[in-house]
């Protein structure tokens, strides 16, 4: 990046202010920016008038900084080319010859409220300089300008939305809306936020809800019924996203805890099959099998990477009220098991031609991780993250269906950080076992108990224990 050169136009109206210029030129030399300033640069006997009209002309010169002030701007107004005695001030004429967004006024003085300018630069943007703490307010403002460097830069144009590409619009307004007022609830710290977060959760749950098979689907096409559903519910995975990663960071644990089993308990509900249904296909649920899967990962994934570990070890360790329709017996109570999902429907719709999906659920998961700050990395680290906690939970099963996507030697950062012993304490905290010794063996007892070894269609693991890092947990202090 090349250093900005300004040639810098005022007028001489006192000492002092020719002692204020001096004192800004010096500033900006100190900054890096090559100055011209009559008494640096122009010498006894030089045309004055040619050599401003030189140095607004140089195309090497950047800009123009235009120091008005009363006795500037009306000696500009009056000033024809060429003529006046101070021929530093810049004319009109002399304006229009050149790029007007190569001249940046500098404000010294305002009358009435409004700023002091020659009448050929009234629609420009100005800075204000007409105070020390304006000018120390506004400086970083002037070198970024300079520099080429503004503070709000316009971020690159994305794709269209889901809802512009697909014929499957995705009519989740009314959940946008309420997380807003959520958002502002929260950061503004509001009265009445848990009536915020119930609004917002209850649009999520219903808007899902809506999409639950309720008639028997046509049988020839439930593949795509599935995956255009699955497309329609990923509004409320980002939807979901968005609030953990918000509230995490800000809530108290304890009550954010509380609230998102209670999510998940309502997400775990809308995977099972509808009370009111008395004759059904297991097939009719399974877009919302994969949506909870997908979001629980999500939720992992967005916990993990705003540092909620305690709110992760209470995922893990809490015990999930059956619905209705899937009690059977005495059991009343799931694990975390029970967001795991599945799909043979979709092997029909996204498997290439003569090929068979190791998981169908993950390959769309993976399709549909476009989140930039959580990306399909994260999704298969939270993956691994909850196998760990199958292996070292009685009861519990979970396979981990994104690592079918990972390649030889994925690093999991997590993971890789937990050799650190600081670090290792975040893992402690999830897990809920301090000593490293006691947590290797009772993932290797997991192991055995859920059969890893004959998990033979993973590529580029044996028993996950790499890719846990297990060996090196701890190992740093």
Sequence with gaps: MEDPKVFISYSWSDQSHQELVKHWADRLVADGVDVILDIYDLKEGDDKYAFMESMVTDPEVTHVLVICDKVYADKANARKAGVGTESQIISGEVYQRVKQSKFIPIVCEFSEGEPILPAFMQSRMWINFSSSEAENENWEQLIRLLYGKPQYVK????????????????????????FNSLKQAVLQDKKGLNHYRRDFIESCIAYADDLRVRERPDVESIGEKVLEDCNKLKAVR??????????????????FSESLIEVLEKLRELKSRPPEINSWNDSWFEAHSVFVYETFLYIVAALLKSGAYGVLNDIYTSHYLLPSSDQYGNKKFEKFDCFYG?????????????????SPAAELIKKQADREDIPFSDIRQADLLTLLMSFITPGTRWYPATLHYSSYGSDYPFFIRAAQHKN???????????????????????????CVSSWHNFLYESDFGSSMNIEELDSLR
Excluded: M
């Excluded at 304490?425 to 490293?436: C, M, P, Q, R, Y």
């Design 342 to 358: 599945y799909s043979e429907t979709l092997q029909s719709v996204l498997a290439p031609p003569n090929q068979k999906l190791y």
């Design 155 to 178: 971020p690159k144009k994305g794709k269209a939305p889901t809802f512009i590409t697909s014929n499957t619009p995705i009519p989740t307004s009314e959940a946008f809306a309420k």
């Design 238 to 255: 980002n939807h979901l996203c968005d609030w953990v990663l918000l509230e995490s960071e800000i809530t108290d644990e304890s009550a």
């Design 424 to 450: 290792f304490l975040k893992l402690a905290k999830i897990t809920g076992i301090e000593s490293v010794e006691v947590l290797r063996s009772k993932i290797n007892e997991g192991k055995i108990r859920v």
